[in-house]
């Protein structure tokens, strides 16, 4: 079955303490990205990757590093969190071979930052 | 940089009429697709219809259908018959050959469907 796993899907942390939310792909996809969901503004761009070692950012980029050095795998890093980054937050995948495949969303991770 | 707008944050329809969602969005380019997607209260990200932007035809699938204007950017979301099981956030959102590693997403409508 095509998944995208993400762990965890809920977090609760406090400012400043390091996490990182996994991602997960078995569908041998080149495309990787993460989102974050906030009310009134949608889902926006945070990084993607376009292959392994390649990453770059997307639209919403600050306080947020990603890897790639597995093609399965794209996790999400927050070295120091802050209350502003309590969202909910996807990983997606996809070909690159044409604008109508599908994009496969993970089920989510909340995360809240106190 | 590409924007898509959906102005109505919420809509409510009587269980088997037909409501319609709205999205514009603004591009200079030629070669992209348009998408609706439900988020039930799950959360999970579900593609509902997608659109090409270089076909006239407007997509269908079963009782959701576009209205796709390209000349005025306009594609909105037709649900007939709106059952229970259709109350959701819908989100518009764009993708295009230039930028094909992301999808542009509106702000989001939220259906509700009454009994």
């Known amino acids: 079955e095509a998944q995208v796993t993400q762990n965890p899907r809920y977090l609760i942390t406090v400012t400043g303490k390091k996490l990182t939310v996994t991602c997960s792909q078995n569908?041998?996809?080149?495309?990787m990205s993460w989102y974050r969901q906030d009310p009134g503004l949608g889902l926006r761009q945070i990084y993607y990757?376009?292959?392994?070692?390649?990453?770059d950012k997307g639209d919403v980029p600050e306080g947020y590093k990603v890897s790639r050095k597995e093609k399965r795998n794209f996790p999400l890093i927050l070295e120091s969190p802050s209350p502003n980054q309590t969202s909910l937050y996807f990983c997606?995948?996809?070909?690159?071979?044409?604008?109508?495949?599908?994009?496969?969303f993970g089920e989510g991770s909340w995360l809240t930052v106190v | 940089a590409q924007t898509v707008t959906q102005s109505q944050p919420e809509m409510s329809v009587q269980e088997a009429e037909t409501v319609t969602l709205s999205c514009t969005y603004d591009?200079?380019?030629?070669?992209?697709?348009l998408f609706w997607y439900k988020q039930p209260p799950s959360r999970q990200m579900i593609l509902v219809i997608r659109?090409?932007?270089?076909?006239?035809q407007n997509a269908t699938e079963n009782r959701f259908s576009v209205n796709f204007q390209k000349a005025a950017k306009s594609f909105s979301l037709k649900i007939s018959d709106s059952q229970l099981g259709d109350a959701a956030m819908y989100f518009c959102?764009?993708?295009?050959?230039?930028?094909?590693?992301?999808?542009?997403f509106g702000q989001g409508t939220r259906l509700t469907i009454n009994p």
């Open positions: 959102a764009y993708r295009s050959r230039r930028g094909a590693q992301k999808l542009v």
């Open positions: 997606a995948s996809s070909t690159h071979r044409e604008l109508a495949d599908t994009i496969y």
């Open positions: 659109q090409e932007a270089y076909k006239q």
């Open positions: 569908m041998n996809h080149e495309y």
């Open positions: 990757s376009m292959n392994v070692e390649v990453t």
């Open positions: 591009t200079s380019e030629s070669d992209y697709y």
